[in-house]
Structures are given as structure tokens and as C-alpha cells.
């Protein structure tokens, strides 16, 4: 009797996940309660202190809609419509047969009608999921790149990546945008108050807004940190998964080659796909603020399995 | 005093056998499941297949022995599927399997069957459901080997003996076409 095929062990990498998940959670509520705190004491001697439950109320609902509603929002985001019945039946024969393979129920599946290849897949877990591919990857790629493709995603869902990623995507676009609105304030309110104080709240002040600079360029940095390794993860399941890594290998050379950017995609929503839709020029920051690894070095990878 | 010590260690011994014992179900429960994934597929294949024969037949009407060997090897399979194994079941699905590629391969030669819109949608249909097949056999296997591995490790075996759960049996195709595992490095 022949040896059966080895297994990734997926157990592994939901633990992994569900430890990011609190862990994600839990730094989102320290960033949003220490710039609450900030802009507390800027405010008003002791207003720190009071902004406090605010802030945490605030990262709780922030987080609790992500994960409840922000594959809902992420695809209305995408402009992605969800598939009809008869539609597509051979993308709908492959994600059935994957799925078959995984153990889990179908996604469900989504169109982006945009001519540039891409996909990605979001949800919470395997019962609420979703996979989207735009009209480009459809048309451009044969059954055995869409294979490698879907496959890559799929091993998203079933890992749970697709919640960590979603979460986020929601909470590092909420700093991203509550830092924004600070630093506006602060320019252009901040003078005015700042006259009638001593030189204690003009410390808080320049505080206040080294924070308010700092947060971002965190959590852009948490979220490069937990997203590029999980490619590299994704793409080898999935070749374990179609037992044929040159069909992601190609893919992945097709939608690189493409040059053309697919213009739903945005600087937040950029990371979940399979790779990178802005196709925005590299530059001196690359290394660190690239949201996928290289494609070559992944073409690479694959290739080493086959 | 030592009553409650005995107590605890009697307590925690059987919370422990307990999880052992429905770990072991799981695992069973499991390869049942994907047995019948297995199966839904298999019998979607000997629907497809009446229908396929019928659209050839229209065009290659000299390939007769063809034909019956492909309806001969659907009575067996079915027949295999309700009695057997399965290991006999696997063996009649391969000759089935084989039957149905040289279906395919008399239906090359005829370049207006080709173009019938019908016989594009039954043959994208077999391609998706041989797939199918071949993947709930990999998650079927999977699981008997996770299920077949606990009943041997220590101690679990021990339990398993008293409670007589037995291993499952892997389900092979021999097909020619599989492909090799990918050896996976995350260097």
C-alpha cells in the first residue's frame, strides 16, 4: 500500500491565528486608549483619564463590527458581485472540488468586472467565506492557474488568515484615519490654545502629536509583519493541496506580468490579495513596506517543490 | 482527608479517559464524513455516465464494444458500491476509471462531437467529478491515516482495545495520472 500523501497540519496555524486575533485586538485598544489619553491631557488637565472608557468602548465596537460586517464591507468596498447560480460553472466546479479536498463547505463566490487578474478571499471562518476573483483572472488563466490560484485562497479561509487579515485591515485603516484627523486638528486648532498655557501643555502638545505620527507607521508595521510570512504559507498549501505547484507558479507569473492596476483596490484592502493590485512603483522603503513578498522569490519557491 | 485526594486523582483519571474517548469518536465521526463525500461523488459519476454513452453513441456508432465495457464497468461499480469493500470498490471504480478514458479517447476521433455543445458540458462535468473524486479520496485518506495513527499511539491504543474500535481501511485508486506530492520547504 502505497505511503498516503503527508498533510500540512492546519491545526497549527488556526491556534497561531486565534492567538493574533486577541493579541491584534488587544494592541488596537492600547494604541486608540494611549491617544485618547493624549489628546485627554492636551484638552484639559485630567481629560485623559476621562476620555479612557470612551476610547475602549470605541475599540470594542471597532472590533467586534470588523469581524461581524467587514467582509461585507471590504466587498461592497470592491465593488464585488456575487456570482449567480449557472455562472462560471468551471470556477464553481474548481472551488467545490478544493473544498472537497479541505473538508470545509464552498465559499462564497464574487466577481470584480475589471480586466486586471487578481483575487482574494475574506470572511471569519470556513462558514462565513468568501472568494473573489476579478473578470481579468477569469479570462487570462487556464484551469490549471486558476487551480493554483483558488487554491491559495482557500487555504487562507481554512487557516483563518482571513479574519486576521480582515481584522486588520479594519483597524489599522481606523488608526490610520483617527491619527489623521488628530494631526489636522492640532495644526490648525492647536496655536490658538496654546497661548493662554504654560509650558506644560505645550510638552503634552509635541507628545500628542509625536503619537500621533508614530501609530500609523506601527500598525502598517504590525501589518506587514503578519502578512507577508502567511503568502509564503498560503501558496505552499496550496500547492500541497493541487499536488501541482507550477499551476500557482504560472499564475503568479501571468498577474505579474500584467501591468495594468486594478482600480478597486485601495492602500487598505491592497494586502489581501493574492498580490499586489496598486502596482505602484518599488521604492528605497520597499524592503519594509511591501505588503506581499517578491513574486520572483515566490515563483521560486514553488518551483523548488514541483 | 486522604478520601478527597483519592477522589481528585479518580476524577481527574476519568475526565482524562473521557477526552481520550471522544477524541477517538471525532476521528472516527470524521472518516465517515469524508466516506461520504466519496460516495456523493461516485454516484454523481454513474449519473453522468447513461448520458455520455448516449451522446457518443449518436456519432461513433462502430465503437460498440466500447460502450458496453463502460456500461458493463457502471453495474459492477454500483454493485461493488453496495456489498464490497472498500478495497473491492476501489478496484471497480479503477476499471470503470479506465473504461471511461477510452470513451474519450474514441470521441477524439470524431471532430463534430466535439463541437456539440452537450457532450462540452458532460465532459466538463466527468473532468470536475473525477476531481472531485480524487480530492475526497486525498481528505478520506487523511483522515483514516489522523484516525489509524491515535488507535496505535499509547495509550490511546489501550482504550481503543476495550472499547473496540478498529482502523479504517484506505481508499486507492491506481490512476496514472497522479500527479507526484510537491515536497514543501519554507526556506
Redesign the interface.
Known amino acids: 500500500m502505497a505511503a498516503p500523501p503527508p498533510r500540512l497540519n492546519t491545526y497549527d496555524a488556526v491556534a497561531a491565528n486565534r492567538w493574533r486575533t486577541v493579541l491584534l485586538i488587544a494592541l488596537f485598544t492600547a494604541i486608540v486608549s494611549v491617544l485618547a489619553y493624549a489628546v485627554g491631557e492636551y484638552a484639559a488637565p485630567g481629560g485623559g483619564i476621562a476620555l479612557l472608557p470612551f476610547a475602549i468602548g470605541f475599540s470594542g465596537l471597532s472590533a467586534a463590527t470588523s469581524y461581524f460586517a467587514g467582509d461585507r464591507l471590504v466587498l461592497a468596498q470592491s465593488k464585488a458581485r456575487e456570482l449567480a447560480p449557472g455562472e462560471e460553472p468551471q470556477l464553481r466546479n474548481i472551488v467545490e472540488t478544493l473544498a472537497i479536498g479541505l473538508g470545509i463547505q464552498p465559499p462564497t463566490l464574487y466577481v470584480i468586472d475589471d480586466s486586471a487578474p487578481n483575487a482574494f478571499a475574506t470572511g471569519r471562518d470556513p462558514k462565513h467565506a468568501s472568494v473573489v476573483v476579478t473578470r481579468g483572472l477569469l479570462d487570462k488563466l487556464d484551469r490549471t492557474e486558476l487551480e493554483g490560484v483558488l487554491a491559495h485562497e482557500m487555504s487562507h479561509v481554512v487557516n483563518r488568515d482571513i479574519r486576521v487579515m480582515l481584522l486588520v485591515t479594519v483597524l489599522v485603516g481606523t488608526v490610520a484615519l483617527i491619527s489623521d484627523g488628530l494631526l489636522r486638528s492640532m495644526w490648525y486648532g492647536g496655536g490658538r490654545r496654546d497661548r493662554g498655557r504654560g509650558s506644560g501643555g505645550a510638552i503634552i502638545a509635541v507628545v500628542a502629536i509625536v503619537l500621533a505620527i508614530l501609530t500609523p507607521i506601527v500598525a502598517q508595521l504590525i501589518r506587514l509583519a503578519v502578512s507577508r510570512q502567511r503568502e509564503y504559507l498560503a501558496d505552499a498549501s496550496g500547492a500541497l493541496l493541487t499536488r501541482y505547484p507550477p499551476g500557482l507558479a504560472n499564475a503568479l507569473r501571468k498577474i505579474a506580468d500584467d501591468k495594468e492596476a486594478l482600480e478597486v483596490a485601495n492602500k487598505a484592502t491592497a494586502s489581501l490579495y493574492i498580490a499586489n493590485p496598486l502596482k505602484d512603483r518599488p521604492n528605497f522603503m520597499d524592503g519594509l513596506f511591501d505588503t506581499h513578498p517578491p513574486i520572483a522569490e515566490r515563483i521560486r519557491r514553488l518551483e523548488a517543490m514541483g | 482527608m486522604e478520601l478527597w485526594v483519592v477522589l481528585a486523582i479518580v476524577v481527574v483519571i476519568a475526565l482524562f479517559l473521557i477526552s481520550m474517548y471522544n477524541r477517538l469518536v471525532t476521528l472516527r465521526q ?1 472518516v465517515r ?2 466516506w461520504s ?1 466519496i460516495d456523493v ?1 461516485l454516484k454523481r459519476r454513474y449519473d453522468l455516465i447513461p448520458n455520455l454513452v448516449a451522446t457518443v453513441k449518436g456519432y461513433a456508432t462502430h465503437e460498440s464494444t466500447v460502450f458496453q465495457n463502460v456500461t458493463d464497468a457502471r453495474a459492477k461499480a454500483i454493485a461493488a458500491g453496495q456489498t464490497g469493500s472498500p478495497e473491492q470498490r476501489a478496484q471497480a471504480e479503477n476499471v470503470l476509471t479506465g473504461a471511461l478514458r477510452s470513451v474519450f479517447a474514441v470521441a477524439e476521433n470524431y471532430p463534430q462531437l466535439q463541437a456539440v455543445q452537450e457532450f462540452k458540458d458532460l465532459s ?2 466527468l473532468t ?1 467529478t473525477e ?2 473524486i480524487a ?2 479520496r ?2 478520506y ?5 489522523d484516525y489509524n495513527t491515535s488507535l496505535q499511539t499509547f495509550p490511546t491504543n489501550i482504550l481503543a482495545g476495550m472499547f473496540g474500535f478498529t482502523a479504517e481501511q ?1 481508499f ?1 485508486l491506481a490512476d496514472a495520472g ?9 526556506s
Open positions: 470524521r464524513e469524508a463525500d461523488q466538463e462535468n470536475a476531481d472531485k480530492f475526497a486525498r481528505f485518506n487523511g483522515n483514516v491515516r484506505y486507492e497522479e500527479r507526484e506530492t510537491p515536497k514543501v520547504s519554507f
